[in-house]
């Protein structure tokens, strides 16, 4: 049996309906003079619970971008900050598809502590070809963001 055998796995989400919950904890490293979160970190925050999410719904990005088919970029995000987080607070982003398109998904995220929300964003993005150009996302991929938009659960 190897150490890494007797550790955690790594924090993962899940998925409470068609809502994607992603929990991590601030790190000293998240912070910045002022023992606040700086804001960028919450643009990480997302980023990592997107990943997450797109992983267990079955969304293989890697594959796709390896393949030379495409991979996502971030076309237009909107940040509303309320209340900051501080060192070894343990937060929970909520993240729900909001719309789909052929080549574009927009998702809503919420950073939030014990129920109260601390950051709210709206991300668009594209799903783009190796050298730029918008191209239709893989249809069973719109079909899993179509379920999820709709408020299917798409647990196994």
Same mark, same amino acid.
Request: glycine share 8%.
């Given at each position: 049996?190897? $150490?890494? =055998?007797?550790? *955690? @796995? ?6 409470? !309906?068609? $809502? ?12 910045? %003079? ?5 804001? @960028?970190?919450? %643009?990480?925050?997302?980023?990592? !619970?997107?990943? /997450?999410? #797109? &992983? ?16 996502? !970029?971030?076309?237009?995000?909107? %940040?509303?900050?309320?209340?900051? @987080?501080? #060192? /070894? =607070?343990?937060?929970? +982003? +909520?993240?729900? $598809?909001?719309?789909?398109? !052929? ?7 919420? +950073? ?10 709206? $991300?668009? +993005?594209?799903?783009?070809? *190796?050298?730029?150009? *918008?191209? &239709? ?10 379920? #999820? ?6 647990? *196994?």
């Amino acid at each position: 049996m190897s $150490v890494s =055998d007797l550790l *955690p @796995a790594p924090a993962t989400g899940r998925f409470i !309906a068609a $809502v994607h919950h992603f929990p991590l904890r601030v790190y000293f490293e998240d912070t910045d %003079l002022s023992g606040l979160v700086y804001h @960028a970190n919450y %643009l990480r925050y997302m980023e990592r !619970a997107r990943s /997450d999410m #797109l &992983r267990i719904a079955g969304i293989d990005q890697r594959g796709n971008l390896e393949g030379g088919e495409g991979v996502y !970029a971030v076309t237009d995000l909107q %940040l509303h900050y309320r209340r900051p @987080a501080r #060192l /070894d =607070d343990d937060l929970m +982003v +909520v993240s729900r $598809v909001t719309k789909v398109g !052929a080549a574009s998904c927009s998702i809503h995220q919420t +950073v939030m502590r014990d129920g109260e929300i601390l950051t709210q964003g709206d $991300v668009s +993005v594209a799903f783009l070809t *190796p050298q730029g150009r *918008p191209r &239709r996302q893989p249809k069973p991929w719109t079909d899993i963001f179509s379920r #999820l938009m709709r408020g299917e659960d798409i647990n *196994p």
